[in-house]
């Protein structure tokens, strides 16, 4: 009888990692920068291969990041809206119109 090895099956795993990095540009605008990298393994190299996916998902953003700065992406800031002061009196008087304002609406739906 001729015997025959048996190949031990090797498990194999998918290794996913990812990164996301989000950057408020002002003016509620975001910008998002992601990767995400996947390799099917063996189980053994799992843990080392998780890692190198990481590091290299966090490189790629990353490098984003550095070429959406360059590009000039950044925004600049609005110049501010000179608003005229008021003295004391004219917001008084301001707010005494809105008042008024709203008590005539008041009035209106009352009728």
Do not use: H
Not at 13 to 31: I, T
Not at 78 to 99: I, N
């Amino acid at each position: 009888m001729k015997k025959t090895k048996r190949k031990a099956k090797i498990k194999m795993v998918e290794v996913a990692r990812s990164f996301s990095f989000k950057k408020n540009l002002g003016n509620y605008e975001m910008a998002d920068f992601f990767c995400s990298a996947k390799k099917e393994v063996k189980e053994s190299e799992a843990e080392a291969t998780s890692e190198a996916l990481y590091q290299f998902a966090r490189a790629e953003v990353i490098k984003s990041i550095n070429l959406f700065m360059a590009e000039g992406k950044e925004p600049k800031p609005e110049p501010k809206k000179e608003v005229p002061s008021r003295t004391r009196a004219e917001r008084a008087d301001m707010f005494q119109e809105t008042r008024e304002g709203a008590m005539r609406g008041v009035a209106d739906e009352e009728n």
